[in-house]
């Protein structure tokens, strides 16, 4: 599917070679865009080198760092025309235990708001005047059905941030659908990455397509919503689960 010959592309949460911002950017630079890959440590040069296009290392809580980013984009391809907020979750060198609500510390709640919800605000922010002056855009948030369909036992802080990133994407969906620019988030389900356990891994057997989701189905899906073919898809998400959420029982 062919985006949009020459689209600048800036694709967040890229660094794993087996994560799913690394193949919507594979997908991305297949479909004819102008790619920068990030992510927060210099391992997102390898994935920029693999795919022959720009890799920039950023920490997008930090909103300096987010326009430094935008400005580097812009000066070496472009401005940013697609923007797809995958970072989130899993940081490298950085994780948070699992705690039922009451348990969550002031500090590892806001660990959870910063990495999964104000990443995502960040680069909303950055992207939104620029696309709304030029009259186009794509936002593409990848979000979750942990928190907007679903729950888990110790995902509290998780869940509320994905929430939270749904919320935003159909406020960004009705403000700036006059501009031109749409905003749309895709939640995967059990998706089997670099980051997954072998218990999510088990988790994604008992869907009824019967085993775990893959980076590439979850970025054609993306793919879809960043392309030229959705000017009319806009503050809706996309579920790719596999049917999980169908099922009452997951035996």
């Known amino acids: 599917m062919a985006v949009g010959a020459g689209r600048v592309a800036l694709v967040t949460g890229a660094g794993a070679p087996g994560g799913i911002g690394f193949a919507i950017a594979r997908a991305l630079a297949a479909g004819g865009a102008r790619v920068c890959v990030t992510a927060t440590g210099p391992r997102i ?10 890799g920039h290392v950023a920490d997008l809580t930090d909103p300096a760092q ?27 060198g950085k ?22 919800l104000t990443t995502t605000f960040n680069c909303c922010r950055a992207a939104l005047p620029g696309m709304a002056a030029r009259g186009y855009g794509r936002i593409v ?24 990133v749904t919320g935003m994407t159909r406020a960004i969906a009705l403000e700036y659908g006059p501009r031109g620019v749409t905003c749309n988030a895709v939640l995967p389900g059990w998706i089997a990455t670099d980051s997954s356990s072998p218990k999510e891994i088990r988790a994604g ?8 989701g893959t980076p590439d189905e979850v970025a054609a899906c993306a793919l879809f919503l960043a392309s030229e073919a959705a ?20 035996l």
């Open 45 to 54: 040069h390898d994935r920029a080198a693999a795919l022959g296009c720009m």
């Open 141 to 164: 948030n990848i979000s979750s059905v942990t928190g907007p369909l679903v729950a888990i036992d110790g995902s509290s802080a998780y869940a509320t941030a994905k929430a939270g």
């Open 205 to 212: 057997a008992k869907t009824p397509v019967g085993r775990p």
């Open 95 to 116: 994780r948070v235990k699992r705690q039922k609500l009451a348990g969550w510390s002031d500090d590892d709640w806001a660990h959870h708001m910063a990495l999964n």
């Open 231 to 250: 000017t009319y898809v806009t503050g809706t998400t996309l579920v790719v689960d596999g049917g999980n959420v169908l099922q009452e029982m997951k």
């Open 66 to 92: 987010v326009a430094a980013l935008f400005a580097a984009v812009e000066a070496a391809l472009g401005p940013v025309e697609i923007l797809v907020n995958n970072a989130g979750k899993v940081q490298s």
